[in-house]
């Protein structure tokens, strides 16, 4: 059974995470992991396009009711009429999740996927405090190359042991 | 863009089901429909069978949170952790649902298509009455060819007209 | 612990079923129980205003994002953005089901209850067959006095032993 | 029409909460407004409680199907069976949000507000970086009483102007 990667990420980042989430897209699907997104542009766009090019599988979880509304690099898209109920959706379809950049979207599935014991890795994105105090909840990669290695460590990690900790109660 | 064609039915429908099943979803990948359905075992798995014997691909929207609980059939398995909310999922995510068979989670998939203007076609399936009167309300197949036929002239029809009328609100 | 019946039914019914709707949730009401529906006008609206004549509570559920589309007579109105997503809840939310009158919504809430092990009780309502014979498959009231009878005594023997056959799964 | 807020906060939170969050409910259900939450114990309870002893009404949008599973203080109790898919439904409920405390279901219910345009307002909760530069995206109580007025302006700010910005797409 492949393991399934959620790339999170807004759809209008900063032109420089492109690069990084098409790159990250490309090593997942090289590793034979299918890339789930919401199906958006932007991140998840980009994501999508390096997955193929490699060869790989790409699922979207669109927020509306039209298809058409997919990114076109999906190999699968899926209207979910949900809204912002799709991030969740996003967070329990992936063995690991890797948060690309800001927005608050891409952060309540970082919080959605901590809650519920989903593994996350960061890159460029939100950090957590608490308290007036840092409150690191999760990896932080260098990189698209850093962030894929160790959301695949991660998902594998995951996979062996499914146990959803602290669960989704 | 492909065509996403679902087939709800039954976990352990009678066994003769399962043969026609099975066709319709050999039926629906040969004419390069995606086939999307809850993932499980019965007329879901068989129609996987089919649909992935023919090259096709198939999509299991899975009620639980564990993937592990997919049919082997499946080139995509997502867990929603819906319950019987990943039944208006499938609804959503199909461009014409061909309901095969008994089972209330069926029937709950055929009344949400029909409510949301999602075109179906029953097999040996639910038939519905008002007022102690038959009330028609889909077209009813003689055999699974028959089945995926009347399906994919829906679902094409659909998506050229892709107004969901009478809507999802 | 309040009991908590659902009343279905269409938002543009035929007049007579009004009254009827009316009736059913003011016996609710001075029951005790907890009137929960769709929050629609209609049938919703003419449960929920008999129900508040009575001084009971009405809850409503609504499918979209925006409060002011509740009718006039909910003690309580919550959008929920799901679309026909809130028929699940709403099933869930009930510990039994009136189903009042026609409408593909009102039958997906009808299939869905029977699925999870909600009570059912129909007034003027789907009757169902299978294979062309009648599979009658929840009783049917003859009036609104006693549709309510017999859902609060099917809500009180569920709240008794809540398992829940066969369950959401 | 009432205003309705939602307070979202932890299960098991350090006491020293617990009297801010019964505070918070007191003053919210005095001003006569509708406090909604998930719930369960806690933050949760405790908010309950205070707004009850106040005379107002509480409702709680439970995670599980039991609704057995509410706290004590409850005016309508809805079992969602959605797990962590119940805190959009909090955010879309809610005119306005208080933030109490840490958690992650807490952290995601300030995300999915804030991408979706309802107010937030915290009290002892986390605070947002990016790029490692503080990234403040919502006002901070000082203390419980703060909190609910903060809440209730915010809240009649948004009914006066109900525009979803930037929206739930």
């Known amino acids: 059974m492949s393991l399934y990667v959620g790339v999170a990420g807004a759809s209008r980042p900063e032109a420089a995470l492109l690069d990084q989430a098409e790159l990250l897209g490309r090593r997942l699907a090289e590793a034979g992991a299918v890339v789930v997104c919401g199906g ?22 669109l927020p509306g ?54 593994p996350v890795v960061g890159l460029a994105t939100w950090s957590l405090g608490l308290d007036a105090r840092p409150a690191p909840a999760f990896p932080v ?4 190359e850093d962030a894929a290695r160790l959301a695949l460590v991660a998902a594998r990690s995951r996979r062996a042991d499914p146990a959803r900790t602290p669960g989704d109660g």
Chains 1, 2, 3, 4 share one sequence.
């Open 65 to 118: 009711l039209d298809r058409g509304e997919g990114n076109p690099h999906l190999s699968v898209a899926l209207p979910t009429g949900l809204g912002q109920g799709r991030n969740l959706l996003l967070v329990r379809s992936s063995d690991a999740l890797v948060a690309v950049g800001g927005g608050f979207g891409t952060l309540s599935e970082i919080a959605l996927a901590l809650r519920t014991g989903t």
């Open 40 to 61: 958006g542009p932007g991140v998840m766009e980009a994501a999508c396009r390096g997955a193929r090019a490699a060869g790989g599988t790409t699922v979207g979880l």
């Open 141 to 144: 990669a260098g990189d698209a």
